[in-house]
């Protein structure tokens, strides 16, 4: 029932700027942490960004601060990613994550989107 589903992802020449979105149903969106994870080809998952639940703590990993900027519009229930200054190593399957935390750790919540697609031309 709980569904995640990306847009946003295409094609772009290097230097150019991208929006993604993340549509969520199915769950009480306030109360998850959310994130954008990325895999470029022939490389493992790693995290670009995440918003917290309560605060909206945003954190970024070090290849994308200060060009990409994560938002969530709960209201809306959607998470957003704004990229710009994107730059071939960009490249990559893009994918939403939510998260809630439970006591136990075997109790936590997560769900993921089918990702979306970005490449970007030289």
């Known amino acids: 029932q709980v569904r995640l589903v990306e847009s946003g992802g295409q094609l772009v020449q290097s230097g150019g700027s991208l929006r993604l979105s993340c549509v969520a149903s199915?769950?009480?969106?306030?109360?998850?942490?959310m994130s954008w994870y990325r895999r470029p080809p022939g490389k493992e998952r790693e995290l670009v960004a995440s918003i917290t639940s309560g605060s909206g703590t945003t954190n970024y990993a070090d290849s994308v601060k200060g060009r990409f900027t994560i938002s969530r519009d709960n209201a809306q229930n959607t998470v957003n990613l704004q990229m710009n200054s994107l730059q071939p190593e960009d490249t990559a399957v893009y994918y939403c994550?939510?998260?809630?935390?439970?006591?136990?750790?075997?109790?936590?919540?997560?769900?993921w989107g089918q990702g979306t697609q970005v490449t970007v031309s030289s």
């Open positions: 199915g769950l009480t969106f306030s109360t998850y942490d």
């Open positions: 994550n939510a998260k809630r935390y439970a006591l136990s750790p075997k109790y936590d919540l997560d769900f």
